[in-house]
């Protein structure tokens, strides 16, 4: 019975420290990261150093432009979305091209972003102007139909 326990409560300890670890690893991987946040997502920590991901806006900073009334593009998308992590490296260097500043919103980090701006599935991209949503595209697209899409909507 003691072999029993004591083989018990090591594998316990044995979790207990790799529990920890990776809660250290994943604390000392998100320090200084663009989210504020104190933890990330394990998806998220693997983009943070993606080119593609780096216009970041927090949500009370998107909440601030558009009660300003600004013209502001927002990729909404979810870190663990494949979908996305196609998109992305489409969509980034045509927005560049295009001059569009084009923020990205992480709906993994942010999930109030679902609710609020009424996402039903990512990647998705909202052109607001005056404040409101005047345009939406949902889903993954070729890049002729993101170009399309973004010159018709986005480019003044």
């Not at 933890?39 to 943070?48: N, V």
């Not at 001059?99 to 599935?121: P, S």
Request: charge should be negative.
């Amino acid at each position: 019975m003691k072999k029993i326990i004591i083989f018990t409560l090591g594998i316990l300890i044995l979790f207990g420290a790799i529990g920890g670890l990776t809660y250290y690893q994943n604390q000392q991987a998100a320090e200084g990261n663009p989210f504020g946040k104190a933890t990330l997502d394990a998806s998220t920590l693997e983009i943070l150093d993606d080119p593609n991901y780096q216009n970041v806006i927090l949500p009370d900073e998107l909440d601030e432009k558009l009660e300003n009334g600004e013209e502001v593009t927002v990729y909404f998308y979810a870190s663990d979305c494949p979908h996305c992590r196609s998109t992305t490296p489409i969509l980034v260097p045509i927005t560049d091209e295009l001059g569009i500043d084009m923020v990205q919103y992480n709906v993994k980090e942010f999930e109030q972003g679902w609710i609020d701006y009424n996402i039903e599935a990512t990647p998705t991209i909202i052109h607001f102007e005056n404040g409101q949503e005047v345009s939406r595209l949902v889903g993954a697209y070729p890049e002729e139909d993101l170009r399309t899409w973004l010159n018709s909507e986005v480019v003044d």
